[in-house]
């Protein structure tokens, strides 16, 4: 278990914030270590709770590393503190995204995966919020760079979200298109998202439009599957 933070300059290079991210829980392999993921939590939850989920789960070949957000104001709870990836407002193309949030917990989740053994495969999922997240690390891996321009370090391998949604979409066609190196990423990037039809905290037509988005954009070896419930 392990606390870290992160500081990083905003856009405009005018100021910083700081994000103290939160406790990090890790599910070792009970069997030969083939692959690490990096599983995130939703709004409001911790690492905790996945990592006794993971741990019970029948994949004795896999590291599990259950990391925690920070806490800080969420525009969408009304500026209520809480444990969050990055802010966000109304779900929405329209909504601005958060960069420096978006690049400062994709960073924190690289720095883990860095440090792997090189012949273990490495890859991302998340639930909800968490799957934002993973999804945003999947376009920052394609891109070469975060946000901000800063390289993007890992190689992954795969990518999961279930019941997620995909930030910082507007623009995301034309930045992998204009790159051959960026599309080739893309197109072989495996892809699993998974959405409830009656999902009403982030509803399945958001969902459903995200991996369309990311289609439309190059991650053509990309998975959605749908399910009846939440």
Same mark, same amino acid.
């Given at each position: +278990?392990?606390?870290?933070?992160?500081? +990083?300059?905003?856009?405009?290079?005018?100021?910083?914030?700081?994000?103290?991210?939160?406790?990090?829980?890790?599910?070792?392999?009970?069997?030969?270590?083939?692959?690490?993921?990096?599983?995130?939590?939703?709004?409001?939850?911790?690492?905790?709770?996945?990592?006794?989920?993971?741990?019970?789960?029948?994949?004795?070949?896999?590291?599990?590393?259950?990391?925690?957000?920070?806490?800080?104001?969420?525009?969408?709870?009304?500026?209520?503190?809480?444990?969050?990836?990055?802010?966000?407002?109304?779900?929405?193309?329209?909504?601005?995204?958060?960069?420096?949030?978006?690049?400062?917990?994709?960073?924190?989740?690289?720095?883990?995966?860095?440090?792997?053994?090189?012949?273990?495969?490495?890859?991302?999922?998340?639930?909800? +919020?968490?799957?934002? +997240?993973?999804?945003?690390?999947?376009?920052?891996?394609?891109?070469?760079?975060?946000?901000?321009?800063?390289?993007?370090?890992?190689?992954?391998?795969?990518?999961?979200?279930?019941?997620?949604?995909?930030?910082?979409?507007?623009?995301?066609?034309?930045?992998?298109?204009?790159?051959?190196?960026?599309?080739?990423?893309?197109?072989?990037?495996?892809?699993?998202?998974?959405?409830?039809?009656?999902?009403?905290?982030?509803?399945?037509?958001?969902?459903?439009?995200?991996?369309?988005?990311?289609?439309?954009?190059?991650?053509?070896?990309?998975?959605?599957?749908?399910?009846?419930?939440?």
């Amino acid at each position: +278990m392990s606390y870290s933070h992160y500081t +990083m300059a905003s856009g405009s290079r005018t100021g910083r914030r700081t994000f103290e991210f939160g406790r990090t829980y890790v599910v070792r392999p009970k069997g030969k270590h083939q692959a690490t993921i990096v599983w995130l939590h939703g709004l409001g939850d911790n690492g905790s709770s996945w990592s006794q989920l993971l741990e019970s789960l029948p994949l004795p070949n896999i590291k599990w590393i259950c990391p925690t957000a920070p806490t800080r104001p969420v525009a969408l709870l009304g500026g209520f503190p809480c444990t969050a990836w990055f802010d966000t407002g109304e779900l929405s193309e329209e909504s601005p995204d958060d960069w420096e949030g978006l690049d400062a917990s994709a960073a924190h989740i690289a720095n883990f995966l860095s440090t792997e053994p090189s012949d273990v495969k490495v890859g991302i999922g998340g639930f909800s +919020m968490g799957a934002a +997240m993973a999804l945003y690390s999947a376009t920052a891996c394609a891109l070469g760079r975060y946000g901000n321009g800063i390289p993007y370090p890992i190689n992954l391998r795969a990518v999961v979200g279930l019941s997620g949604w995909l930030p910082g979409s507007r623009g995301l066609k034309n930045k992998i298109q204009v790159s051959n190196e960026a599309a080739r990423r893309a197109a072989s990037l495996p892809i699993l998202l998974s959405h409830g039809t009656c999902d009403d905290v982030v509803p399945y037509k958001i969902g459903e439009k995200s991996a369309h988005s990311l289609n439309i954009a190059g991650f053509w070896n990309l998975t959605f599957k749908n399910y009846e419930g939440p």
